[in-house]
């Protein structure tokens, strides 16, 4: 009996882990300043970043006349989850940047983000409500 319950337990943590670790993708939107931003993150791990009519991401933008790309990880295992944004060069695939932060889910179409845009190290926490650094995201698109 016990040897069934755990095996039962033991795939109900992986169909979990596994159901969350796609429930980010999508296109998200937000609002920070005044200004409303978009993240579109996709299943192949490249985001997208559009804020003020300017897109910044994918696999292929120029960033100091240099060809980079933006990826994106997310550790799922840690409470808020950790998010990386990483800039990599294409032609020698050297990390260019990266922008570390958090994120939580409030719901299956909202999420909470903050990201150390500052170099001051990885946010622990998403500050009281209202501050400029979290901001609230709303998904507007799926993806596949």
Known sequence: MIKKTSI???????????????KHVGIWKGTSDGEVGFFKFD???????????????????????????????IDYSLAPHHI?????????????????????FLSKDEMK??????????PTDFLPEGNEDTVILHRVSKME
């Not at 983000?113 to 990885?122: A, P």
């Open 113 to 122: 983000i903050r990201i150390d845009f500052n170099n001051e190290g990885r």
């Open 8 to 22: 039962a337990l033991l795939l109900l943590l992986v169909t979990c882990a596994v159901f969350s670790q796609g």
């Open 84 to 104: 990386d944004f990483v800039l990599t060069t294409l032609d020698d695939a050297e990390e260019f940047g990266r922008f570390i932060g958090i994120i939580e």
């Open 43 to 73: 299943a192949d791990g490249y985001a997208t970043i559009t804020t003020d009519g300017e897109t910044m991401g994918g696999k292929d933008f120029i960033v100091e006349d240099t060809h980079v790309k933006l990826t994106y990880t």
